[in-house]
């Protein structure tokens, strides 16, 4: 079975910094390395948003330039791991954060629709508050 798990969700203050992690297990075939990971957010009350892919060659591509001035994707194919590292936290950056991998080998997904991704993790909630 196809599992991510995300970890690293907490409560920052505002202005601070955050790093989640995510860890992939169970995929045959090719491996958790050989496909694009994307990092999406459910706000509340809000629709979903995409914030950013790394794909298989290490490229990563953000939602806007925004948020690529304080998030950033990084990972660690030793460890399966995908790390989203988010700098001045706000109130509104409060939600859960969700990694997805994409279906085919040397592919990657730039959507926040679930039924895009072969697998969708259980999410890590980050609360932003003083």
Not at 49 to 69: C, H, M, P, V
Not at 87 to 116: F, K, M, Q
Request: charged share 20%; net charge neutral.
């Amino acid at each position: 079975e196809v599992t991510l798990v995300e970890s690293g969700g907490t409560l920052v203050q505002p202005g601070g910094s955050l790093r989640l992690s995510c860890v992939g297990s169970g995929f045959v075939g090719f491996g958790f390395s050989s496909r694009g990971i994307s990092w999406v957010r459910q706000l509340p009350g809000k629709a979903d948003e995409w914030l950013g892919t790394i794909n298989a060659n290490g490229s990563t591509y953000y939602r806007d330039e925004f948020t690529k001035g304080r998030f950033a994707i990084s990972s660690d194919n030793a460890k399966n791991t995908v790390y989203l590292h988010m700098n001045s936290l706000t109130p509104d950056d409060a939600a859960v954060y969700i990694c997805a991998a994409a279906r085919t080998r040397g592919s990657w997904c730039l959507s926040h629709r679930r039924y895009e991704y072969e697998s969708w993790g259980q999410g890590a909630q980050v609360t932003v508050s003083s």
